[in-house]
């Protein structure tokens, strides 16, 4: 057999909770805050996207792909000229369009090897 709560017994405990669901319930669903750390290198607009870049390394290995820059960043990056190797050089509409490779990109050198 079976024990049943009473009407009363229920109706106590709802009393009892309900003070405390309503508050949460009543609350808007507030937007997770975007994080200082997610890498965003060119801010979001309101409508359509812009064109992908076309990519600059093989598709195995797009991960690689240097990101795009704001358009008015383009001057003062090429200004600075290769920084690394897997750096590139930028168009006017921000996508990269020509990678520094080994030649162009700043080497930093290895210590000597020390030991057999």
């Known amino acids: 057999m079976a024990i049943r709560p009473s009407a009363e017994l229920l109706a106590g405990l709802l009393a009892g909770v309900m003070p405390l669901a309503l508050p949460l319930a009543a609350q808007p669903a507030l937007a997770q805050a975007v994080s200082p750390n997610e890498p965003l290198a060119i801010e979001a607009s ?3 996207s ?3 870049c076309r990519l600059l390394v093989p598709k195995s290995e797009a991960v690689l792909q240097p990101l795009r820059i704001h358009p008015a960043q383009v001057p003062q ?3 600075m000229g290769c920084l690394s190797a897997a750096d590139a050089r930028y ?3 921000g996508c990269p369009s020509q990678l ?3 030649k162009d990109g700043y080497q930093v050198p290895m210590p000597p090897q020390i030991g057999p």
């Open 77 to 79: 990056k090429n200004s």
């Open 50 to 52: 812009p064109p992908a």
């Open 91 to 93: 168009g006017p509409d």
């Open 46 to 48: 309101p409508g359509l």
């Open 100 to 102: 520094c490779g080994q």
